[in-house]
């Protein structure tokens, strides 16, 4: 059964950073578009970041507006992972955020939760002012 698994969640002080890392169970997944997602509570899940399989082991990222300049999404090819570094955090990115993934997806659909096949189960951040 595929699985994605989240960690690096936690409680940080605002301006400081965070690494969240997800695993993927297959192999297949380095092929696969990937992407990050938020829900604060009481909040519609929400886009962060996603990465797209651009042929020869390349990716391209996509950024939400509101955390572009501050967290950076990439790939380990080799680690079946992806990771998402966040730097300068606010209060407001405080949410469990989760990982997903989907095996193809066209640019306008990368945004869209619904869009992604798989999912994991989820980490915590939680930001301090």
């Known amino acids: 059964q595929v699985q994605l698994v989240e960690s690096g969640g936690g409680l940080v002080q605002a301006g400081g950073s965070l690494r969240l890392s997800c695993a993927a169970s297959e192999r297949t997944f380095s092929s696969y578009a990937m992407g990050w997602f938020r829900q604060a509570p009481g909040k519609l899940c929400q886009f962060v970041a996603a990465?797209?399989?651009?042929?020869?082991?390349?990716?391209?990222?996509y950024y939400a507006d509101s955390v572009k300049g501050r967290f950076t999404v990439s790939r380990d090819i080799a680690k079946n992972a992806m990771y998402l570094q966040m730097n300068s955090l606010k209060p407001e990115d405080t949410a469990v955020y989760y990982c997903a993934a989907a095996p193809s997806l066209q640019p306008t659909q990368r945004t869209v939760p619904t869009n992604y096949n798989y999912w994991g189960q989820g980490t915590q951040v939680t930001v301090s002012s």
């Open positions: 990465t797209t399989w651009s042929g020869s082991n390349t990716y391209i990222a």
